[in-house]
T-cell receptor
């Protein structure tokens, strides 16, 4: 079955370390997104990519980096510059010709220890 | 800029009660899409409904119904005869761009607790 796979489900990071969250889709979707979820704040857009080798900052990009070397993959790196990285991270994808067919992954919960 | 407001942070009801989740949106675009998603404790987002700005027809799907009113910029969600399995966080979202430029703007969510 097609879908989005996020790994790992739970991730622990020591302060000062970079960590990379994986997002892979086999839906042949063009656009991919990273959202951050904090209690009481809903989902906020970190980065998104419309095509391979191109991506744009969302509303809260500081302290994060992404790459889009393959259509299927959109990894998110949480750098040491992100001061409050503990959160739930959701990846999503969208078919290029569609305005509403978003597919979401099951999320990665990142905790800084 | 787009904005979605879900003023109800948390709602608690007893099973079998009806409950309405409010959603108010702001956009200057004339073409836009509205969504409701359910997020159970497992964390994934479950798609419930989408509505485009040209279709104000209300929709019913089983115990779920949605009331879209452009005049008040609202897209409210009602669960009839709530059940414990309805307990989740519900998000309203707005999309005004098209194709790959599309971005979802989410509300802050409403946590629904249904008890026996």
């Amino acid at each position: 079955d097609g879908g989005i796979t996020q790994s790992p489900k739970y991730l622990f990071r020591k302060e000062g370390q970079n960590v990379t969250l994986s997002c892979e889709q086999n839906l042949n979707h063009d656009a991919m997104y990273w959202y951050r979820q904090d209690p009481g704040q809903g989902l906020r857009l970190i980065y998104y990519s419309q095509i391979v080798n191109d991506f744009q900052k969302g509303d809260i990009a500081e302290g994060y980096s992404v790459s889009r070397e393959k259509k299927e993959s959109f990894p998110l790196t949480v750098t040491s510059a992100q001061k409050n990285p503990t959160a739930f991270y959701l990846c999503a994808s969208l078919k290029g010709s569609d305005n509403y067919g978003y597919t979401f992954g099951s999320g990665t919960r990142l905790t800084v220890v | 800029a787009q904005k979605v407001t879900q003023a109800q942070t948390e709602i608690s009801v007893v099973e079998k009660e009806d409950v309405t989740l409010d959603c108010v949106y702001e956009t200057r675009d004339t073409t836009y899409y509205l969504f409701w998603y359910k997020q159970p404790p497992s964390g994934e987002l479950v798609f419930l409904i989408r509505r485009n700005s040209f279709d104000e027809q209300n929709e019913i799907s089983g115990r779920y119904s949605w009331n879209f009113q452009k005049s008040t910029s609202s897209f409210n969600f009602t669960i009839t005869a709530s059940q414990v399995v309805d307990s989740a966080v519900y998000f309203c979202a707005l999309n005004t761009n098209t194709g790959t430029a599309s971005k979802l703007t989410f509300g802050t969510g409403t946590r629904l607790q249904v008890t026996l």
